[in-house]
C-alpha cells in the first residue's frame, strides 16, 4: 500500500491500508503506533490527503499519541467516482460515514491503546461532528475551522442552495460547481491572497506536494457534493449536540468556512469550548508560528484536562 514517505514529514513507522468500504470504493488509511496517552482519529478536510498532515502527525506523536487517518473516497489514494478524477464528487455526507466506519473496523484498528480522540478539520469536522451525534464514542473531540456551513456574504446565503439544485439539475451532479475546476488550489493560487494559511512556508510545502504528486490532489467540488454539504449542514443544524467535550478552534480571518455557524453551532453546545485566534486563517494546525503555538497550546490544555 502507498504512502509517500518522502514529501509527508512525518513519523517514521507508519502502516497503511486499504478497507473496502462497499462494492467498487476502497479507503486508503495509514496509522502510526507506539502512543501511550490514547489514539487520536485524525479527519482531514476536502480536498486533501494523508501526507498533507505529516507534521500534525509528528507533534501528535511527540505528545504520546497514535494516530489514525484516512482519505475520504474520491480524494488522496482512495477510490474515485466515475468522470474528471479532479472533480469533488459525492451524493451524500452519509458516504463519508461508511468511509469512517470501515476503518474503524479493520482489523489493524482494533488493538490501537488508550481512549479514543477525535482531531478533525473543515470538512472533517461536519463528518465527525455528525458522526457524534450518531452516537460515535470518543473521549474528547478538537475541531479545527469545523465545515459547519460555507463562508457566504449575506446576499448570497439564500442563492447558493438555489444555485446547488437548480445546477444539478440542469448540469447534473458530476459537473463542476460555480468556480470550480480541474486544478488544484494550492497549485493556481500564489501564495499572496490565498485563504489558507499566513505562513509562507507552510503554504509553499503544500505547493511542492501537489506538484510532486499530482495523483493526491484534487480539483473543485461537483454540483453534487455541493447539495450533499448543504443537507449535511442542515441535518446537524437540526440534531442536539453530542455531549462529549469539545474544543472548536477558529480562525479571525477565516474565509472558507462559516465563522458564523461554527460560533452558534458551539453557543449550543454546552461541552463546548470555542477558542478563536487572530490573524490566522483555515489551516490552523499548519499556521505560522507564533499562531500554530497558541493554537496548540489551547489543544494541549484541553486534552491534559480530558485525558491527563
Partial sequence: MTFFAEIAEAPPGAEPFRVTAEPGVEVRACLWRGG?????????????YIEKYGPVVT???????????????????STRPAGPPMLGHVEDFADYQRDLAAVLTHPAVSDLPGPRLMLAHSMGGCIGFAALQQGFEVAAAVFSAP??????????RPIVPAVAVLGRAIFGGRAFAPGGSEETYVVGQAFEGNTLTSDEAAYARMQAQARAHPELTLGGPSYGWLRAALAAHRAIQRAPPPGVAMLTLLGGDEAIVSGDAIRAQAARSPSTTLATFEGARHELLMEAPEIAERVWGAIDGFLADQVG
Fill in 36 to 48: 501511550t496517552r490514547g489514539t487520536v482519529l485524525l479527519l482531514t478536510g476536502r480536498s486533501e
Fill in 59 to 77: 507533534a501528535l506523536a511527540a505528545r504520546g499519541f497514535s494516530v489514525l487517518s484516512l482519505d475520504w473516497r474520491g480524494q488522496g489514494l
Fill in 147 to 156: 465545515f459547519w456551513g460555507i463562508h457566504l456574504s449575506p446576499p448570497m
